[in-house]
């Protein structure tokens, strides 16, 4: 029921981040940005700084959901459901029980994984493409750690409040919205949306960790990874009306 899709292998990174707030067309152009929010231009510059002194190869974070989505729509891609998120968290068809700590001979030692069981977190991010937290038949890094990560399904698509205790209900009575939440119409239009998996400040053990949060709130392990329909990656090679590609690269 869930519709092909490509999911990004890592996490954005500080350095594509940064190449996105640095460009004319990025982080200042409001054609980037969700309806109902607009780039700040005091935002932007305090991040340029941030991210200028940060290491290029860590997963960008403490962006608001709005940033993520505006660095989605400008690559051409958008953020992933939480529903394409768990399904690839699961290993897709092949299904893993756990989202990290797989008993695997090629998994690196516990300390390369950023993985922590009880709960105390690790401290500290790992460069996007170090993570020992892998799917095998896909290779997706740390869908079970690093950062949790921002997705693009709504908290709620109705008035009264959704919590995780309460979301497989919710889920049950809107599935066809859950499965794909564009069919909502104009849904960067909701005020609250799902983060999903661990971070290096929590465990990250379990299969889906989840917690929601305002569009405009932003904290320190929360980034985010891209998805894109079937039909936008096989166009990837195809020029835009400004003559660029569909999905740009880190330092274009």
């Known amino acids: ?57 860590l997963p960008v974070s403490d962006l608001s959901w709005e ?66 937290d892998v799917t095998e038949d896909t290779g997706i890094y740390d869908l079970g750690g690093n950062v949790s990560e921002w997705t693009a399904t709504p908290a709620s698509f109705l008035d009264g409040a959704v919590t995780p205790l309460n979301l497989p209900a919710h889920a049950l009575e809107n599935r066809a919205l859950f499965l794909d939440p564009r069919r909502f119409g104009r849904s960067e239009k909701m005020q609250r ?14 299969l889906l960790t989840i917690d929601r949060r305002g569009r405009a709130w932003h904290g320190a392990a929360v980034g985010f990874r891209c998805a894109a329909d079937v039909e936008a990656g096989t166009a990837v090679s195809t020029p835009s009306s400004a003559g660029r590609p569909r999905f740009r690269g880190l330092f274009e």
Request: proline content about 9%; overall charge negative.
């Open 1 to 57: 029921e869930i519709p092909s899709f490509y999911l990004d292998e890592h996490e954005v990174s500080v350095g594509q981040y940064l190449v996105f707030v640095q460009s004319s067309t990025g982080y200042a152009s409001a054609s980037s940005w969700p309806e109902g929010s607009s780039p700040a231009p005091t935002r932007r510059q305090s991040l340029e700084r941030d991210l200028a002194s940060t290491p290029a190869d």
């Open 67 to 132: 940033e993520a989505f505006a660095y989605a729509r400008w690559v051409g891609k958008r953020l992933p459901s939480l529903v394409e998120w768990e399904f690839a968290v699961r290993g897709g068809t092949l299904y893993r029980p756990f989202a990290s700590a797989r008993k695997n001979p090629r998994m690196p030692t516990r300390e390369e994984v950023n993985y922590d069981p009880d709960g105390a977190g690790d401290g500290s991010p790992w460069p996007c493409t170090r993570g020992g």
């Open 193 to 206: 949306y799902w983060v999903a998996g661990g971070s290096f400040q929590s465990a990250r053990a379990d």
